[in-house]
């Protein structure tokens, strides 16, 4: 049921002389849709391509928290902003045609190598069962779905943080809400449903959030009430949001994105930066509803996530 994707920064969790741990940067879930649901493989897949040496991890470690506070900033200060235009996956970035199952994981390691994002740990889970059978079922996706946050936050992310080096000190309900600026959720299509619902149910444990062309619903008040409720403000998460012109679930979710930002508390304000709002939605010209254009809008809000 999951993957890590490489590259990693900090691998295995390394103890020091007193059995502490060493953090590194944080956690990305990626959860795509019915179609592209992974095959559970047992033991996570890591690779150590890219892995920073231990001197280095430290020091990254060091001044990353340094620069906790300045979320949303460039290393000058100004305002980190979202491009107009969702850029498209660079020419040589995808797999070789034998490989292309693995596209994405070539995508990612070559834009960490090339600095137009940082090095990070990558999850690739599933809300779904294992059985072929229920993919074909609606009314079980958007009930697994909405059930599939017991899942993450007690058993996925203790799993990865518990065994690689994050910004988590420790893999309690406190560790892991202490970390959550260094923590990311996107998905694509019923992934994108899955992303709403751990909007709605964990905003103790994310502060980015990347819904791809996968509605949830039309009542921006009721989104907002999830923000109020949760006993936070517009200032405490970011929501990147894409689809295409083509896709078939575009109108649906541009009406979602256009609810919310009607509403009247303030709880969603539409910006292209941090310091100026916390929502985002990018739209691709001819986007259609496929693997390739997810690609594409993952690429375009890691690189924007963590660039």
Known sequence: MVTIVPPILGFEKPLNENGGRKPSLGLVLVCSGCSNRQENTGEPEVSEQNVPSEGER????????????????????????????????????DAPADQQEGT???????????????????????????????S?????????TDNYHNELVNDLIPAVEGRYSSYAED????????????RGFGGFSMGSVATWHTFQYCLDDFYYFMPMSGSFTTDGDFM??????????????FIYAMSGTDDFAYSAFARQIEAMLETSDGNFVEADNEKEGNLAFRVQ?????????AEQYIYNGLCWFWN
């Open 171 to 182: 893999t309690s309900p406190e560790g892991v809400a202490a970390s959550r600026m260094h």
């Open 224 to 237: 907002s009430q999830i923000v109020t409720e949760s006993g936070y403000g517009p200032e405490d998460f």
């Open 58 to 93: 430290r020091e990254d470690s060091e001044t990353d928290r340094e620069a906790d506070t300045d979320v949303g900033e460039s290393s000058e200060g100004a305002a980190r902003s979202i491009p107009e235009t969702l850029e498209q996956i660079p020419e040589g970035y």
């Open 285 to 293: 010209e001819g986007g259609t509803h496929n693997g390739e254009y």
């Open 104 to 134: 994405l994981k070539h995508v990612i390691d070559h834009a960490i190598q090339d600095g137009r994002m940082q090095p990070m740990i990558i999850v690739c889970p599933t809300y779904n069962n294992t059985s072929p059978e229920d």
């Open 136 to 144: 074909s079922s609606y009314s079980l996706a958007f009930r697994l």
